[in-house]
């Protein structure tokens, strides 16, 4: 995602799997005071990924554009969060 914003993505609710538009992005874990450290994902050629902290499986959804999750509110705004 070179020279663009790379998206973040939360599981404070505890889905059993979050699908998301992209293959490069940014875990948080849970929204603060309750994140883990923010860490890079790439799923590369596969269509899933579990994050390494929170072990949430993102899953990639082709339908899904820019920051749309499945199920709704799992994207984070970190910029707004550094505010």
Known sequence: MAGGKTPH?????????????VKEFMCVGAEP???????FLDMGDDSEKVCPYCSTLYVHNPSLHGEETVPEGCSFDAAQSAA
Do not use: L, T
Request: charged share 15%; net charge negative.
């Open 9 to 21: 993505f939360h599981n404070s609710a505890g889905h059993a799997r979050v699908e998301i538009g």
């Open 33 to 39: 005071p309750y994140d883990h450290p923010h860490v």
